[in-house]
């Protein structure tokens, strides 16, 4: 099992771009797929992007074409480029391993118009 921390977030203007990353504990990294989340204040968690250990990704619609999900396997890290953000943005963004269902502690985006 992992562990997960995740950093990055910040305050940013609308159009800005903030870089999340999610750095995680255990030697099995790179065979896990890892998941990035988000929970906007009264709305529940929605999975954002997710990356297979091999590589090919998912995105949600709401974020297609300005966020892309990366991982460097011998950094055991997973990261979040976030481009053109927008004040809907504004979350507590959590990286998650869906196969021990890890989560970390969240990091707060917020974006101001």
């Known amino acids: 099992q992992v562990q997960l921390v995740e950093s990055g977030g910040g305050l940013v203007q609308a159009g800005g771009s903030l870089r999340l990353s999610c750095a995680a504990s255990g030697s099995t990294f790179s065979t896990y797929p890892m998941e990035w989340h988000r929970q906007a204040p009264g709305k529940q968690r929605e999975l954002v992007a997710s990356?297979?250990?091999?590589?090919?990704?998912n995105y949600a619609d709401s974020v297609k074409g300005r966020f892309t999900i990366s991982r460097d396997n011998a950094k055991n890290t997973v990261y979040l480029q976030m481009n053109s953000l927008k004040p809907e943005d504004t979350a507590v963004y959590y990286c998650?391993?869906?196969?021990?269902?890890?989560w970390g502690q969240g990091t707060q985006v917020t974006v101001s118009s």
């Open positions: 990356i297979s250990y091999g590589g090919p990704t």
């Open positions: 998650k391993e869906p196969i021990w269902d890890t």
